[in-house]
């Protein structure tokens, strides 16, 4: 019987087989951030154990360091300024690659593994964190961890991981022009539920995901955690090998030449079966907007908000009152109903260099500005990205139509303690999470596109960027 | 690590689906770089009316007498979904829970839970309803008792003990305490040998310096 790409990935992974469907698998990249993996480090020291292979794990700050111009060790996160000092003491004793606030390719952790060649096809990366499922975009098998678990494989360059199951969710028909990689991901949450793909590697495929650029497939991956996945994965193609080539850490010459050949070959075989398998038609869909507390409350931009009196059941509908209550919206309402009080363009998920040209494209297109009291801010996800987009002409976009444009970093993704929007602010986000408080005490998160965020920061509340439809020729 | 043999406690039913590790500990709440002084922050988005000023909220379970001493938690699916923070499982158990039982859990906080000696126990939605509705009767006398060698949860005296099913690693690592580590350790030479077959087939892999 054929073999998936995770079967795949799996396979040339293993150390080897433990009882009970559990392996040791070897974990070729190791990366940390300030947030959690200064714990680990810490942990590793007090225990007087080393990194075993140095050379193989890196380090960022992304996490707790401010986004403000001028910024260094001082935070406006209280104790930030204890993470980024025993990160940095901590990696220099461990000897270990930092990306320190000043280095030129500092930023999101899964912004710039990628962006550096660190993350590839057919590499087994962890991080304690959980969107570490970005990389799976790439043809990776990168799964998010606890500091435990990083201090594991830190000492010991592998990790005792028991076998996931596999699904593939496949996308049929073609992606209309106004829906992105974000709506596409949002959308299938929505359908399977913020447990839909609970414990399992997913593979993504389709013609419309072929057609996705590398970023794109990048955006789409990082949020499988939040269908609780362990990871997502799209097969590596040509379009991923082109985005490889020439990058910081990518192989050079041979090893390149031997580098391409495995990732032509991590690909699903036809006879390959899954434990579970979805089809999603992707021809109709429309810009999602999420109207709750858990990524699996989204909706069409232009759909109602779901009346609780609907609710499938007795858990669903406590689950949606609650929601409700905490975003203040209310049942068969719009959320273009709502005024709009901020909007964040960044994070992991929606901060690379195509997120801000789509989002920069429409303030230049339209040549609108944010609408009066919107507080509204673009984070590069990093160093390069920020430096790409300076280069285009980018920044003047954005702070010329109401933007701030700020230094890389998690930013206001989740609040740790430092800037936040304020208690019942609403947000237009093109972030992955709207759990209650995440981006701040009281703080209404509605993720969407950087297309969706953008118009609505412009219209004064949520709106979608779609073609005016001529109904009267 | 410390040893899970069996644990016997006031049970707090939370019946919430999706139960993120934003909720369970806020970021906010992670001030510092260690793995301590998180209880206060457990559950404070719920559990306070004001975090700031941590002004209980006597709606929450845990603010509520009856479950004072709460050292078993009742949950619904996907508990513990969202960010990897390990804090999770460091706040529940700084505050004082030793076991959580919900009908599923998200794989990073389960293998977190493991990795510190939180025991986590699936069930049918149905058990946890029964196990609830006999906790909820009298909370500070109804106390489950879970046995980890036996596999089992006592409830009711009368009824049948409810049996639990535990991959027998998992089982062991907590009935020993086990360090992962120490375990990995004892198989250093199958990686360096891993490296050397693996060199040969992908030597991109392997980075200088």
Known sequence: MGQTLFDKLWQVHEVEALAEGQSLLYVDRIFLHERTGSVALNSLLDRNRSVRRREHAFCTM???????????????????????VATRSAAQEMDIRLFDIQDPDQGIVHVISPELGIALPGLSLICPDSHTCTLGGLGALAWGVGSTEAEHALATSTLRVARPQTMRVHFTG?????????????????????????????EFSGR??????????????????????????????????????????????DAWSQAIEHWRSLQTDPDATFDFEHHLSVDNLKPQISWGTSPQHCIDWDGSVPRIADAPDDASAAAWRRAQDYMGVTGGTRLSDYPLDAAFIGSC????????????????????????GVKALCVPGSGQVKRAAEAEGLDEIFRGAGFEWREPGCSMCFFAGGESFGREVRVASTTNRNFEGRQGLGVRTHIASPLTVVTSACAGY???DTPVVDTAA | MK????????????????????????????????????????????????????????????????????????????????????????????????????????TIFRNNALRNGLLTIQLAPDQIDRISAWVRRDPQANQPRIDLEACSIQTDPAAEA????????????????????????????????????????????????
């Open chain 1, 62 to 84: 992304d996490h707790i360091v401010d986004t403000l111009p001028g910024r260094g060790d001082e935070t406006l996160m209280p104790s930030g300024r204890d993470f980024i």
């Open chain 1, 174 to 202: 073609t992606l209309p022009a106004q829906a992105t990689a974000k709506d596409l991901i949002l959308y299938t949450i929505r359908e399977l539920s913020a447990a839909g793909g609970a414990g399992c590697a997913i």
């Open chain 1, 208 to 253: 419309a995901i072929e057609q996705l650029p590398v970023e794109s497939r990048l955006t789409l991956c990082n949020m499988s955690t939040e269908l609780s996945a362990f990871t997502g994965l799209i097969a590596p193609d040509e379009k991923t090998i082109e985005y490889c080539h020439g990058r910081r850490f990518a192989p050079e010459g």
């Open chain 1, 349 to 372: 998920t929606n901060s690379r260099l195509s997120d801000l040209r789509l989002a920069a494209a429409f303030l230049k297109r339209t040549g609108q500005r944010v609408a009066k």
């Open chain 1, 462 to 464: 949520l709106l979608a």
């Open chain 2, 3 to 106: 040893p899970f043999i069996r644990h016997e406690g006031v049970a707090a039913v939370l019946p919430r689906d999706n139960i993120d590790t934003d909720a369970i500990i806020p970021s906010r709440e992670m001030r510092t770089v260690s793995r301590s002084g998180l209880a206060d922050g457990l559950f404070a988005p719920w559990r306070y009316t004001d975090p700031d000023a941590r002004a209980a909220d006597s709606d929450f379970v845990l603010n509520q007498a009856e479950f004072s001493g709460a050292s078993v938690l009742i949950a619904g699916h996907n508990f513990g979904c969202g960010s990897s923070r390990e804090h999770a499982v460091w706040a529940l158990m700084e505050y004082g829970f030793r076991v959580v039982l919900a009908t599923s859990f998200a």
């Open chain 2, 162 to 209: 409810v049996p639990f099913q535990i991959e027998a690693n998992a089982r062991e690592m907590l009935l020993k305490g086990l360090d992962e580590i120490g375990l990995t350790e004892q198989s250093l030479d199958a990686i360096a040998a891993f490296e050397v077959r693996d060199r040969a087939l992908r030597p991109w892999v392997y980075l200088t310096g």
